[in-house]
């Protein structure tokens, strides 16, 4: 089997998930630095930003780390349906005595472009990865020409073969345990997706190439698991939403050290795409799956004003509490000594 070190040079079978929102590249430094693959999620970063951030990171450290991408599809205006799912938020707009405001909103989530894939060629990280399939297939033969590393990420069987044949080097089997968005690219049928170890030896008896292994993992006993199952290392995101290098808010964090935390759901009313985070009033009151939220990744613009407003008074009830199902691993800790008890030696 091959090993993360021989794939992708890394010391450690462990990989720290991407997440948006809540990093930035201090994370992705610390990781590395310990010896595992830190991460740094770019579909909300301009290419500018994306550029100071590998900045700060090459200057604090020479190991390998990865840059992630999303591969959706920008969906076509449909006012109607924005018009519904602003309509459902007003009674929340009045209580907070806010007025609505049409144009409204946070950073986008962008899709992978040509623009990108010639500021990735210029920049030539050791890895990158992306969620939602993979680009189109120039731009992917684009990247991989400088000698990049591609890993993607897959929830079925169907999924894995798919990326396979178009040129993946590395696939990243994510499970349903999974925290924030899923994955899924073939079919939106969730009933498809499975746990990490029901869906790791599924994928492992049929591909070719080394797979690695995403979900429920927090602790070395899971990553040892996964890797007795075939995989080639382990995805870990929520154990790192508490170490001292994530960007996680407040609210968030004492979310996760609540009883809150043991009950989350998949919920498209934050993003208009599946996605696991902790279940708070949003969740509960429009989801966790609604037919009237604008397509994946309209719906965040009209939820902004309320989260931010929200947030000031303390309160998470539309903010995305992103968390895979188990945050037993979660301690305030650096991400160098998470990473190093992730591997074992703490």
Request: hydrophobic share 40%.
């Amino acid at each position: 089997m091959t090993t993360l070190r021989e794939l992708l040079n890394v010391d450690y079978p462990v990989i720290q998930a991407p997440m948006a929102g809540v990093q930035d590249s201090a994370l992705t430094i610390a990781v590395s630095k310990a010896g595992g693959l830190g991460s740094l999620p770019c579909a909300m970063l301009t290419g500018e930003k994306i550029r100071e951030e590998m900045a700060r990171i090459r200057a604090a450290t020479d190991r390998p780390f990865n840059l992630n991408f999303f591969c959706h599809t920008q969906p076509p205006e449909d006012p109607e349906k924005e018009a519904a799912w602003r309509q459902s938020l007003q009674p929340y707009y009045q209580e907070l005595r806010l007025e609505m405001n049409e144009d409204a909103g946070g950073p986008g989530r962008r899709p992978f472009d040509e623009q990108t894939a010639d500021l990735v060629a210029e920049l030539k990280p050791a890895v990158v990865s992306f969620h939602f399939g993979l680009p189109a297939p120039d731009l992917l033969a684009h990247i991989k020409s400088n000698g990049v590393k591609v890993l993607a990420s897959a929830t079925t069987v169907a999924e894995a073969l798919w990326l396979e044949e178009r040129g993946a080097d590395a696939i990243i089997a994510q499970g349903l345990e999974a925290g924030g968005h899923r994955g899924h690219f073939l079919s939106d049928d969730l009933g498809l997706h499975m746990g990490i170890f029901a869906l790791l030896p599924r994928i492992t008896s049929r591909v070719k190439l080394p797979v690695i292994a995403a979900g429920g993992i927090a602790s070395s006993e899971g990553v040892k698991a996964a890797i007795q199952l075939g995989a080639t290392a382990a995805q870990v995101g929520t154990a790192y939403l508490l170490c001292t290098e994530a960007k996680t808010s407040a609210i968030h964090r004492a979310a996760l050290q609540s009883q809150q935390a043991s009950h989350t759901e998949i919920t498209n009313v934050f993003s208009g795409r599946p996605a696991r985070g902790i279940v708070n009033r949003l969740i509960r009151e429009q989801g966790p799956i609604s037919l009237r939220v604008p397509d994946f990744p309209n719906a965040a613009a009209a939820l902004a004003p309320l989260r931010s407003e929200a947030e000031k008074l303390g309160k998470g009830d539309f903010s995305p509490l992103w968390a895979g199902q188990n945050t037993m691993g979660c301690e305030e800790i650096s991400a160098g000594e998470m990473t190093l008890r992730l591997a074992g030696f703490e």
